[in-house]
């Protein structure tokens, strides 16, 4: 049986919604009042799926307004483009994309996301401030190393100094939100009994994957962009290598894995094994990095903190 699913293409200014079931079409503004509109369209008659691709900060609004109350369904783009080129759709409109990812819906038999917890969309938004205050660090530093002239280099000192008081405001604030949730705080709890996870990290890893506890070993791997891709056809044997997954999770393990290299006792050994049997430095940290967050995984799932092993 076909299932009942609506598709809405987002963009900066506009919604662009289809209904597979009926065939309607319709456009919104992309704001408050847009979003109320989008409501009553829908009317009395719940959808199974409301499909709509990650589009950034652009979708966070119908998140926000829908999370819970419609079963929402967030798509990855390219999987959705690469959907259409399948099916012969060759055209590229915000019209057609809604129709598109209404059929997507229907045809995949996708399930609704677990609604966002609470605070969940302004923890999101506090870690990307704090990111781009580390990104405009970086850069200030790197500059500040080639500046000859007393006024540039005094204006630098000062903005670093100004980022450092701006990421201490931040973190503290991630902090406090994490905490006034019990479930996440209880997460958070567990996840720096991690050797290797401070706290910024184990925040970090709340914000950018607030599904762990809840996927399967190969499903929070997965989801890192930390499963090998193996490569295959007939006889040829190509070399498996990572891709997808989330950017910003995989960047936030990559510290922690360096210093479990060297402090966490189980993972330090499981690295020196690798390198000893020839493995490259990066594939040995890679795999660090995916025991690391399949560790935490299955801590959380059992709501338990981390123990040494015992002999």
């Not at 012969?88 to 996708?110: F, H, I, N, W, Y």
Request: with cysteine; hydrophobic share 45%; charged share 25%.
């Amino acid at each position: 049986m076909n299932k009942d699913t609506i598709g809405i293409d987002i963009s900066k200014d506009t919604l662009d919604t289809h209904r597979l079931s009926t065939g309607a079409a319709a456009q919104f503004a992309n704001s408050a009042a847009g979003l109320r509109a989008l409501r009553r369209w829908i009317g009395a008659q719940m959808p199974d799926l409301v499909v709509y691709e990650a589009t950034g900060a652009y979708h966070a609004a119908l998140e926000r307004g829908f999370a819970g109350v419609l079963p929402l369904v967030k798509v990855n783009p390219l999987q959705a483009r690469r959907f259409a080129q399948a099916r012969g759709t060759r055209a590229k409109t915000d019209a057609v994309d809604a129709r598109v990812l209404a059929v997507l819906g229907s045809a995949l038999d996708l399930a609704p996301d677990v609604p966002a917890g609470k605070n969940q969309h302004d923890l999101k938004e506090l870690q990307i401030a704090r990111m781009a205050l580390i990104k405009e660090r970086t850069r200030l530093l790197n500059r500040s190393k080639t500046q000859s002239l007393a006024l540039l280099k005094r204006q630098s000192k000062a903005r670093l100094e100004q980022i450092k008081r701006q990421l201490t405001e931040l973190e503290a604030a991630l902090l406090d939100l994490t905490r006034q949730c019990p479930k996440r705080a209880r997460a958070f709890d567990i996840l720096c009994s991690i050797p290797g996870l401070g706290r910024v990290t184990a925040v970090a890893i709340l914000v950018e994957c607030p599904e762990i506890g809840t996927l399967t070993r190969k499903q929070i791997a997965s989801l890192a962009g930390l499963a090998p891709m193996t490569r295959q056809s007939g006889q040829w044997r190509g070399t498996a290598f990572i891709q997808g997954g989330r950017k910003f999770l995989r960047d936030a393990l990559y510290m922690p894995a360096l210093v479990a290299a060297r402090y966490n006792p189980d993972l330090r050994q499981r690295y020196q094994n690798m390198i000893k049997a020839g493995k490259p430095a990066k594939v040995a940290l890679t795999a660090l990095m995916r025991k690391m967050i399949e560790l935490a995984n299955a801590l959380v799932q059992k709501n338990r903190k981390w123990t040494p092993k015992t002999a």
